[in-house]
């Protein structure tokens, strides 16, 4: 059987002196780093976590206000283009008015041109008979 000594007891002592020796100076403290270590860790994960909801908010407000822009860009582009369009449109209109009073001022002016050449012949026209006519008359 087991016997049981003086130095079983003596180191039976020794070994509960270590251990609660051990357990004070070693692990509590090693418990207590652990213990800091994984909030820092934890806490270092819900502040990414975080973060990358922000960012995520944020990079959604940019698209959504991107999405505005080119809306309103398109829109003012359109618009723009609109009013180009009928400005040209007024110019063209302008141009073929002005065009169109050039060119009947040029016809009235032919015409007129045209009837005073017609007057001025016909006066040569008389002038030329009446001297065939003396010529004639005189042989």
Sequence with gaps: MLELNKWFFAQLANF??????????????LLRIFKERDAGING??????SMDKEKEDIMGQIDVKLT???IKAKTAF???????MEIQKQALTTAQNEAAGLNK????ELVSAMEKARVS???DVEAFSKQIVEKLVRV
């Design 121 to 123: 012949l016909r006066s």
């Design 78 to 84: 359109e618009e723009l283009s609109k009013q180009g």
């Design 44 to 49: 270092a994960l819900d502040s990414a976590r």
């Design 16 to 29: 509960l002196l270590l251990l609660i020796l051990l357990n004070i100076i070693l692990f509590k403290p």
């Design 68 to 70: 505005e822009g080119r």
């Design 105 to 108: 001022s040029a016809k009235d």
